[in-house]
């Protein structure tokens, strides 16, 4: 199982950045897919998830329009579009992997990709 994450980097305050997750080795389609972050210091945060088959997305309240995850299952790929990024919404992100398998529940997580949001 692999969660790969890239796109992170320095931005400037207001700034856009769009993070990727390449998933393998497990059923992509049928996994729920989350980016979580975490700031120094901080506890590690939901930032935003989306279903199986896309339909239906959920976000902290801090990135509400202005944060949007999206899926490509012919892919096998996770992304999340920041814009209007600020200095807090700087932090390590992960992507997340949820589902079951044989009734048995699984996590799988990426290495983190750095988001740096200053000028």
């Known amino acids: 199982v692999q969660l790969v994450e890239s796109g992170g980097g320095l931005v400037q305050p207001g700034g856009s950045l769009r993070l990727s997750c390449a998933a393998s080795?497990?059923?992509?389609?049928?996994?729920?897919m989350s980016w979580y972050r975490q700031a120094p210091g901080k506890e590690r945060e939901l930032v935003a998830g989306?279903?199986?088959?896309?339909?239906?997305?959920n976000y902290a309240d801090s990135v509400k329009g202005r944060f949007t995850i999206s899926r490509d299952n012919a892919k096998n790929t996770v992304y999340l579009q920041m814009n209007s990024l600020k200095p807090e919404d700087t932090a390590v992100y992960y992507c997340?992997?949820?589902?079951?398998?044989?009734?048995?529940?699984?996590?799988?997580w990426g290495q983190g990709t750095q988001v740096t949001v200053s000028s």
């Open positions: 080795g497990f059923t992509f389609s049928r996994s729920g």
């Open positions: 989306i279903s199986s088959a896309g339909g239906s997305t």
């Open positions: 997340n992997a949820m589902g079951y398998r044989m009734a048995t529940r699984y996590d799988y």
